[in-house]
């Protein structure tokens, strides 16, 4: 019984339209690393329940609000975890897994 409650839940979550969370993973990729100067090798993206999580290390502070902003604009993202920082300053704290997900309703 347990096991079809949260069977129906998960359908409910996720529309048949919506993306995979690879399939998102990749058009955020796509949409972050557009412009040529993007610092590409040193953020990494995950989804998870249509939550974006940006990783990593950019040289400068515009890069970290200008990668969550256009994450955030991607069709199918339900929202944005930004962990990037800049050098010398520590890594953001993650919240922990799926909370970001109940969070955001999904």
Do not use: C
């Not at 998960?10 to 058009?27: C, F, G, M």
């Not at 993202?77 to 300053?89: A, E, F, K, M, Y």
């Amino acid at each position: 019984m347990r096991g079809q409650a949260m069977s129906k839940v998960s359908h409910a979550v996720k529309p048949a339209d919506t993306p995979h969370d690879a399939t998102l993973a990749h058009n955020v990729e796509t949409e972050i690393f557009r412009a040529s100067d993007a610092p590409k090798g040193s953020v990494s993206v995950d989804v998870q329940a249509g939550i974006a999580t940006l990783r990593g290390e950019v040289a400068e502070e515009q890069w970290i609000d200008r990668l969550g902003d256009e994450a955030g604009h991607v069709r199918g993202i339900q929202g944005v975890q930004n962990l990037l920082h800049t050098p010398g300053q520590p890594t953001p704290a993650a919240e922990p897994r799926g909370y970001a997900a109940e969070r955001h309703g999904t």
